[in-house]
């Protein structure tokens, strides 16, 4: 059977029914509730003061919002900012400017110019095909293509080390298919051997298609660009706590983790959906026959190469090299100075330079192009630091952190980090990862900071714990995309993701207490 004949199409059907049904009821609920606690806590006397609770009020609402998505999640952060000027949170001195400017300075963080940078850079990688030739060569790998687990193991990995450096949905779409057109190439090997008339309800088709959204959601931790959440998380700690992780120290502390759940991943999921058969006889022939449409390396691939390694270099570098000394204002100082953000804007700019045909003044990557980036996050990543910043100018901080800790009766660093990965994952499972992380770390900060602990590790371990929704096909983008090819039965979903959830709450929860203490943050 050759590539061409293959039907990659999804039937979407079943995924909008389920779908939509949980999204109205969702959003109806949203927009209901949200507006009556803003209400409530806005005119409500409460023993905070003035500016606590106006910016509590305003965070209920747009936690609510983005909980629901009863508004765009961009939008909601927009009102979130918006109402934030008009009630003049800001706690300020009266010579000390006035609430809007305070409230707009949280968008100079060099945090913004990451998710800018990193998503033009992945961009480029998409426009040119560097993601999917990666993925080819990585499954024409000789003996890979040769058996169901191999397969299925292998678009897992692929799925993470893409995911590590663009969006997880953009890897989880980009894999999809190249998944089903694998699926329907040896489907009635694997379908017959079974006795199955459908080649796609095969227990090989929803290992496959699971591997590829949860390894995409696994892969997003190994470094601060892998995925929204990371940034976001980020975002709060250097706002709320003034804490700033470099890339290298990221990756270090996230790697033990990911590879931990990669492993328990393919074990749980290839245990509950075993394929069929073992062994493959065409899958290598669809694979190959892919690979050779892609041809050599194009002008466009080699620059975003390029510029991309060129970004790994300044991300890591200064950390490398942090113990040397250099003269102020040398090229060196200058280098050794990079923050993660700059790094990833001189990088992506590179793309608009490089030519990929030089008398027509064609370049790596036009604006055009480039402006298709999700801005909407760039927003949601600005509004999180706004009220990440907010809540320690106007004490609301201290107030939260000290009446949880007391109310839960927390009193120590492991009651503190479990909490936070089971609150991440439980509202990931309903929103997205990014809009978890926006609504617990603001949470788990103050209550660190209540009973005396440093709050980097209880925020880190939040952030990678909203990455673990794995149950459902609203959870994560990728499970979405994956549900939407027909071949993933959401029984089987809720199953192998309920049993992978439980045990990443015990693998995130002991592998960031024990990295953090074999690698101090501070």
């Known amino acids: 059977m050759t590539a061409q004949k293959l039907d990659t199409r999804v039937d979407t059907e079943d995924y909008d029914e389920v779908g939509n049904t949980f999204d109205k009821t969702r959003k109806t609920i949203g927009l209901i509730v949200g507006p009556l606690i803003f209400l409530m806590m806005l005119l409500l006397p409460l023993p905070i003061t003035d500016h606590q609770q106006s910016l509590a009020a305003v965070m209920a609402l747009v936690f609510i919002l983005w909980v629901t998505e009863a508004l765009p999640i961009p939008a909601s952060s927009l009102l979130a900012i918006g109402l934030c000027v008009v009630l003049q949170v800001p706690d300020l001195a009266p010579d000390a400017g006035d609430s809007a400017d305070f409230i707009y300075s949280a968008f100079s963080s060099s945090t913004l110019f990451l998710v800018i940078g990193g998503f033009i850079l992945a961009r480029a990688m998409t426009v040119h095909g560097l993601d999917r030739r990666f993925a080819l060569f990585v499954l024409s790998i000789p003996g890979v293509a040769k058996s169901t687990f191999r397969v299925a193991i292998a678009f897992g990995l692929i799925a993470a080390l ?13 894999l999809l298919p190249l998944g089903v057109g694998i699926v329907r190439a040896v489907g009635p090997e694997v379908a017959s051997s079974a006795g199955i008339k459908n080649a796609t309800k095969t227990k090989f088709a929803t290992s496959v298609m699971l591997m590829i959204a949860y390894g995409a959601s696994v892969g997003g931790l190994l470094t601060p660009i892998g995925s929204t959440a990371n940034v976001v998380g980020l975002g709060f700690l250097q706002e709320q706590t003034g804490t700033e992780i470099s890339f290298l120290r990221w990756s270090s502390l996230t790697a033990p983790i990911a590879v931990v759940l990669f492993i328990v991943l393919c074990i749980v999921l290839l245990t509950m959906n075993k394929p069929e058969i073992g062994r493959l006889h065409n899958a290598r022939d669809y694979v190959l026959e892919e690979r050779g449409k892609l041809g050599q390396l194009n002008r466009g691939e080699w620059n975003t190469l390029a510029c991309f390694i060129l970004a790994i270099i300044m991300w890591v570098g200064p950390s490398v090299l942090s113990t040397m000394e250099a003269e102020p204002g040398s090229l060196l100082a200058g280098f050794l100075a990079l923050d993660i953000g700059t790094a990833a804007v001189l990088a992506a700019s590179l793309l608009f330079f490089l030519p990929t045909n030089w008398p027509k003044r064609e370049f790596t990557l036009s ?4 402006a298709n980036i999700d801005w909407g996050t760039v927003l949601l990543v600005g509004a999180g630091l706004v009220l990440g910043a907010l809540m320690f100018n106007t004490g609301l901080a201290e107030v939260v952190g000290t009446g949880m800790a007391e109310g839960l009766g927390l009193d ?22 990014t809009a978890s992380v926006g609504v617990v770390v603001p949470i788990v900060i103050p209550i660190a900071l209540a009973v005396g602990l440093d709050p980097t590790i209880p925020a880190l371990a939040a952030v990678f714990g909203a990455s673990c929704g794995f149950m459902l096909p609203v959870s994560t983008p990728p499970n979405a995309i994956v549900y939407g090819s027909g071949m993933v039965p959401i029984t089987k979903m809720f199953r192998t993701g309920l049993v992978f959830d439980i045990i990443a709450v015990v693998v995130v929860s002991a592998g960031v207490l024990v990295t953090s203490a074999l690698n101090p943050l501070s």
């Open 162 to 174: 893409i995911s590590a450096f663009i969006s997880n949905s953009a890897a989880a779409a980009m």
């Open 367 to 370: 604006w055009k192009q480039a």
């Open 412 to 433: 120590s660093r492991i009651a503190v980090v479990v909490l936070s990965v089971i609150l991440a994952i439980v509202i990931s499972e309903t929103t997205s990862n």
